[in-house]
């Protein structure tokens, strides 16, 4: 199936967490985030496409297998269900205030060998968690991702997505997301094997890539600096005439992940989102507004008024660009 591109969000909490993912694996976490995301704006679902919310507050997913797939020459459906009955089998640990539980990343999937569709289930708090930018953020162009054949390029490119800045991450902290602790001991193995290889896949597709240097304590290199650099001739364009059509349209309103974020985690009813309206329209197209309402989150806690300190805080930075408010 041919992939329409276009760019999805993906909670900081995924982009960091601590995983080993097959290639296939991935790609059937990019659709579970894209479709996700596309049921929340209430956008139209493609044929074969459903999310549907159980009784028990579980969602009932349904995608084409074609959707797994890398283009219409890849026939391989095999992978796709050792990649689902792997993800069956693997989990990410839950923990709020009052429990801590390891939970399945999708439960019950079944392969319709004559329709070729494929259901599962998500429980509440993995779907909540696709959702949960408290922590921030990366957003990528869904098409680029899907295309990768390493699932060490993909990882990189999540991690380095929107990055204008260098990043250092320790070796083990490296080996320890990506779940490789124990392997490739030589760094020279490392290095070939795991960076070496996103580098040159990014450098071929992705609209940004890396140059990386060495940092070491005393003669031993314990840590590695990645510098990102845009790659133009990469870019989509028209995802880039999209985002300044989305800037200057007067028909423009809240995107809706918007509106659930200040719904969920901030506790705002549609009256007071109304009453806001001018404000928050206006910062949606002159700041990241998504961005800062993740980032406010730990600042609004335990203040007596935290939606007006919210407020408060995105007329701030709206007065950075601007002196309309």
């Keep these: 199936m041919k ?92 923990e709020d205030d009052k429990v801590w539980k390891p939970i399945g990343i999708i439960e019950k999937p079944i392969l319709d060998k004559y329709d070729t569709v494929a259901t599962f289930e998500l429980q509440p708090e993995v779907y909540n968690a696709i959702l949960n930018f408290s922590k921030g953020f990366r957003k990528y162009e869904l098409k680029t991702a899907m295309e990768f054949e390493s699932t060490y390029s993909m990882r990189f490119y999540e991690l380095f997505s929107g990055q204008k800045r260098p990043i250092t991450y320790t070796i083990e902290t490296l080996k320890e997301m990506f779940q490789i602790t124990g392997k490739y001991k030589k760094l020279n193995d490392f290095v070939k094997r795991v960076i070496d290889v996103a580098k040159k896949e990014l450098d071929k597709k992705a609209p940004y890539s890396f140059e990386y240097r060495y ?8 840590a590695i600096t990645f510098l990102p650099y845009d790659i133009p001739s990469n870019k989509d364009e028209r995802l880039e005439e999209e985002k300044l059509e989305k800037q200057v349209s007067p028909a423009w309103t809240l995107d809706k992940t918007v509106l659930y974020y200040l719904k969920e985690h901030y506790c705002f009813n549609i009256k007071e989102i109304q009453t806001h309206k001018k404000l928050l329209l206006y910062a949606s197209e002159k700041i990241d507004l998504l961005e800062t309402l993740a980032n406010s989150r730990r600042l609004v806690e335990g203040k007596k008024n935290p939606k007006g300190y919210l407020i408060g805080i995105i007329k701030k930075k709206v007065n950075e660009v601007s002196k309309l408010f």
């Design 215 to 222: 940092d070491k304590t005393g003669r031993k290199v314990t």
């Design 3 to 94: 992939t329409i591109n276009k760019e999805i969000i993906q909670s900081y909490i995924m982009t960091t967490a601590k995983y080993d993912f097959s290639v296939y694996e991935k790609r059937i976490l990019y659709r579970i985030i894209e479709l996700t995301q596309k049921h929340l704006k209430g956008q139209k679902l493609n044929k074969g496409y459903n999310i549907e919310k159980t009784l028990f507050d579980d969602r009932l997913v349904s995608v084409p297998v074609s959707a797994f797939l890398n283009g219409e020459e890849d026939k391989n459906h095999y992978q796709v269900k050792k990649a689902l009955k792997s993800l069956r089998n693997k989990t990410f640990e839950y």
